[in-house]
T-cell receptor, first 111, second 113 residues
Framework: GQQVMQIPQYQHVQEGEDFTTYCNSSTTLSNIQWYKQRPGGHPVFLIQLVKSGEVKKQKRLTFQFGEAKKNSSLHITATQTTDVGTYFCARPSGSARQLTFGSGTQLTVLP | DGGITQSPKYLFRKEGQNVTLSCEQNLNHDAMYWYRQDPGQGLRLIYYSQIVNDFQKGDIAEGYSVSREKKESFPLTVTSAQKNPTAFYLC????????????FGQGTRLTVV
């Protein structure tokens, strides 16, 4: 499938610091989705971005879709211990629009 | 409650044995998927199905088989041909065809000894 590169792979922050993960594609994306997986849990859908330059917010989380629709980011302001987990971006690909996931960014929040 | 159910949560098998992982959904979703997750890694697509009685190979289908005889069910068999079967297996479903979000089951952690 068509890959999406996600960086960084790991991020440790002190509680209260900000956090950002980036997702990059070599091809234009029709849309991009973001998921969160808590330790030992399963991925849970957070949001879908569709429009060029789109910015969406969910409380302390800000999601952006690049103007060229080739990259996306998730920014968390003032992290809390409840933010711990792995954040994945995912893109539809193939004739059946099956989701291809990035490798994820594992966030650790130190109290 | 609507949802997607995987069973069992933990599964242990001896090397050389086939094992079938269950996935059932009552969301009336057309599309269903199987992903494999290894420690510290992303999700890799094994098989997917867009409609009943039809399924396609994903990126890492070798050593796995599936069936889709009912809309609600999409079992995955890990065969003895799979060289490194120990992993976390996630089943997902979506409305399909419209780039809608995927809903995941709780996962099955398979350990082959």
């Amino acid at each position: 499938g068509q890959q999406v590169m996600q960086i960084p792979q790991y991020q440790h922050v002190q509680e209260g610091e900000d956090f950002t993960t980036y997702c990059n594609s070599s091809t234009t994306l029709s849309n991009i989705q973001w998921y969160k997986q808590r330790p030992g849990g399963h991925p849970v859908f957070l949001i879908q971005l569709v429009k060029s330059g789109e910015v969406k917010k969910q409380k302390r989380l800000t999601f952006q879709f690049g103007e060229a629709k080739k990259n996306s980011s998730l920014h968390i302001t003032a992290t809390q211990t409840t933010d711990v987990g792995t954040y994945f971006c995912a893109r539809p690909s193939g004739s059946a629009r099956q989701l291809t996931f990035g490798s994820g960014t594992q966030l650790t929040v130190l109290p | 409650d609507g949802g997607i159910t995987q069973s069992p949560k933990y599964l242990f098998r001896k090397e050389g044995q086939n094992v079938t992982l269950s996935c059932e959904q009552n969301l009336n979703h057309d599309a269903m998927y199987w992903y494999r997750q290894d420690p510290g890694q992303g999700l890799r697509l094994i098989y997917y199905s867009q409609i009943v009685n039809d399924f396609q190979k994903g990126d890492i289908a070798e050593g796995y088989s599936v069936s889709r005889e009912k809309k609600e069910s999409f079992p995955l068999t890990v065969t003895s041909a799979q060289k490194n079967p120990t992993a976390f297996y996630l089943c997902a479903s979506s409305i399909g065809g419209r780039d809608r979000e995927a809903f995941f089951g709780q996962g099955t952690r398979l350990t082959v000894v």
